[in-house]
């Protein structure tokens, strides 16, 4: 008896070192065995993603820094269809996400996806480059990229346009994919790579905006200059050197299993729920209803979620009935139109319960989109010239950028140590929601600046004007307060987005939920077009002069900031109401937290 506990002792021994060896969240290395922690995943790999999402943002944005000059100069299209283009073309990549994550969470899974569409990204990037390059050297004059270009031809027109949109079908579908799978190189429920999943996420959006501000500086010069075939090379090697390192990574990466067509499990909880809408009786515990024996969930193999009484209508699609009860030869349910499981069930809650946070976020988005439409409008009315040195209103957006790249070190190095001294409980600071929150108040913050600035630039053109001179002379650099109070909301906003909805997606949905954060700006950005369109429209009806109008300096885009900073903080209560009644989810047992903010 002795020996049989010693042995059994031995067994237990050897099993809990085996399940400290490897990875306890169902990751897999690239050959499909269980992924041992030392050898997969962590930073040894993280580093190159961050390295790698640097590199393809330089790349995406040196080319949107081109494309209205460019268009314009060799393409001949006028400013405002050049402008209209790149929107869509924006938009477009912005779209292109979701197909991304479609992809990633139902067939192909995080790393594929990642490989395919950066490969679709690359070719678009080298069809841009040889094009752009054809176009200038048959069309334009020697050494000239400003001007003097001849129209090109219907082909070589079509030819530019497939490249460009195949940048952003390789851009824009990258990216969910390359968030979520840069979060499964850590696991959550290890104490250590539990944090620094947690860090992931704001280095992540750093190494986004490091790569906008190079784009942003140098590109930007390049373009300034007519050298449009270099910048596109430049960005194109980006891109490339990008590709080679994410291949680097292969041996070490972690992977989990895509969790099938989750339009389907969602139809089937609908169509299920629907067909027992007047035939069951509700139990009052969820321990009735019906969920599959073991520790795979409902999505290939992805963690069970556990019941919650929100959305009770929709847990009729996992009651037992006499007719769901399968044949004696076999154990599941025969018909999965007519009973789900639970974890199939709470996956649709987890949605609705998201959307309200989410369209919270979209007002956040449209005061964001201003620092690239009317802060440049309101910069290029204002005294630009440091001696003999111009600053152009659109590179003030450097301030913002490294507002970002400070904020997210002054956060994860200073502010999350002296909350974790202060509260001796929460090691990751403040919860995703109440971040977003003070996201939202700093944002309506910049809007109140950028509205005192532009009063008193009003103030400084009317007495130039009186004067004779003709234009204001107040500084540029009273702008920087608003561009750094924006990078700062982004920190708090938009990082903690791709935490909350990465985190709080089913498992079968985790580039969905990467998706949604780079929803949330496609969205503010169409809903500030329409925004601003309503304003120009009511404010300036008949001989009225709107807020926004051609001439700044007879308009009052002093209310439009007001009317933002009003509509931020109408959204900051709402977004707080709906943040009180948000339920976690609670993944396999593990305990959430409810009325966190």
Same mark, same amino acid.
């Given at each position: 008896m002795a020996e049989s506990a010693m042995i059994e002792e031995v067994q237990e021994i050897h099993e809990s070192n085996m399940n400290e060896m490897y990875t306890s969240d169902g990751s897999v290395d690239w050959k499909g065995q269980r992924a041992v922690k030392g050898k997969s995943g962590g930073w040894s790999v993280g580093i190159l993603l961050l390295a790698n999402q640097g590199l393809a943002t330089l790349a995406f944005f040196g080319v949107g820094v081109n494309l209205v000059m460019f268009m314009t100069k060799v393409l001949h299209l006028d400013n405002a269809e050049a402008a209209n283009h790149v929107s869509t073309w924006t938009g477009t990549t912005y779209m292109f996400s979701l197909l991304g994550a479609f992809v990633s969470d139902s067939y192909w899974g995080r790393y594929k996806t990642c490989a395919v569409f950066q490969i679709v990204f690359v070719i678009g990037l080298v069809e841009l480059s040889l094009s752009s390059y054809l176009l200038l050297l048959k069309h334009c004059v020697p050494g000239d990229g400003t001007a003097n270009c001849e129209p090109p031809t219907d082909l070589e027109i079509i030819v530019f346009y497939l490249s460009i949109y195949q940048i952003a079908l390789g851009c824009g579908a990258y990216q969910p994919a390359i968030t979520t799978f840069g979060?499964?190189?850590?696991?959550?429920?290890?104490? !250590?790579?539990?944090?620094?999943?947690?860090?992931?996420?704001?280095?992540?959006?750093?190494?986004?905006?490091? =790569?906008?501000?190079?784009?942003?500086?140098?590109?930007a010069y390049l373009e300034d200059k007519g050298k449009w075939v270099i910048s596109f090379s430049i960005s194109t090697g980006a891109a490339f050197i990008a590709l080679v390192l994410f291949f680097t990574g292969t041996p070490r990466f972690r992977h989990f299993k895509p969790g099938g067509n989750p339009l389907t499990r969602f139809c089937q909880v609908i169509v299920a729920a629907l067909k027992k809408w007047k035939r069951v009786t509700m139990s009052l515990r969820g321990e009735d209803l019906h969920e599959v024996d073991g520790k795979p969930g409902a999505n290939n193999g992805g963690r069970k979620i556990l019941h919650t009484p929100d959305f009770k209508f929709l847990d009729r699609a996992a009651v037992v009935t006499?007719?769901? @009860?399968?044949?004696?030869?076999?154990?599941?349910?025969?018909?999965?139109?007519?009973?789900?499981?639970?974890?199939?069930?709470?996956?649709?809650?987890?949605i609705l319960r998201l959307i309200p946070i989410w369209l919270c976020t979209i007002i956040y988005s449209v005061t964001y989109?201003?620092?690239?439409?009317?802060? /440049?409008?309101?910069? &290029?009315? #204002?005294?630009?010239?440091?001696?003999?040195?111009?600053?152009?209103? &659109?590179?003030?957006?450097?301030?913002?950028?490294?507002?970002?790249?400070?904020?997210?070190?002054?956060?994860? @190095?200073?502010?999350?140590?002296?909350?974790?001294?202060?509260?001796?409980?929460?090691?990751?600071?403040l919860t995703e929601l109440q971040r977003m929150g003070i996201g939202i108040v700093i944002s309506a913050m910049a809007m109140v600046s950028a509205g005192v600035v532009e009063l008193q630039r009003l103030k400084y053109s009317k007495n130039d004007h009186e004067a004779s001179k003709g234009s204001s002379?107040?500084?540029?650099?009273?702008?920087?307060?608003?561009?750094? #109070?924006?990078?700062?909301? !982004?920190?708090?906003?938009?990082v903690a987005q791709m935490e909350f909805f990465n985190n709080q997606a089913p498992d079968g949905l985790k580039s969905f939920g990467s998706a949604l954060y780079v929803a949330s700006m496609s969205a503010g950005s169409y809903a500030s077009s329409f925004?601003?369109?309503?304003? /120009?429209?009511?404010? =300036?009806?008949?001989?009225?002069? =709107?807020?926004?109008?051609?001439?700044?300096?007879?308009?009052? #885009?002093?209310? *439009?900031?007001?009317?933002?900073?009003?509509?931020?903080?109408?959204?900051?209560?709402?977004? #707080? &109401?709906?943040?009180?009644?948000?339920?976690?989810?609670? *993944?396999?047992?593990?305990? =959430?937290?409810?009325?966190?903010?």
């Open positions: 979060a499964d190189q850590f696991e959550e429920d290890d104490r !250590e790579e539990g944090g620094s999943k947690v860090a992931f996420f704001s280095y992540f959006y750093m190494a986004n905006n490091l =790569g906008t501000l190079v784009s942003n500086t140098l590109l006499l007719e769901d @009860l399968p044949p004696q030869d076999q154990q599941h349910p025969k018909n999965k139109w007519r009973l789900c499981t639970v974890t199939q069930v709470e996956e649709v809650k987890c989109t201003q620092r690239a439409s009317v802060f /440049v409008e309101q910069g &290029a009315t #204002m005294k630009n010239s440091l001696s003999e040195f111009r600053i152009p209103p &659109a590179s003030m957006s450097i301030f913002e950028i490294l507002s970002v790249t400070v904020f997210v070190l002054l956060y994860r @190095l200073y502010i999350i140590p002296l909350l974790s001294r202060l509260w001796k409980s929460n090691h990751k600071g002379s107040l500084s540029i650099s009273w702008q920087i307060p608003q561009y750094v #109070m924006v990078g700062a909301s !982004e920190v708090f906003m938009y925004l601003v369109t309503i304003v /120009v429209e009511i404010t =300036g009806k008949g001989d009225q002069i =709107g807020w926004i109008s051609k001439n700044l300096d007879k308009g009052h #885009m002093d209310r *439009f900031y007001f009317l933002l900073a009003a509509l931020a903080t109408i959204d900051l209560f709402v977004f #707080m &109401a709906c943040a009180k009644r948000y339920r976690w989810t609670l *993944f396999d047992g593990k305990l =959430g937290v409810v009325n966190d903010v």
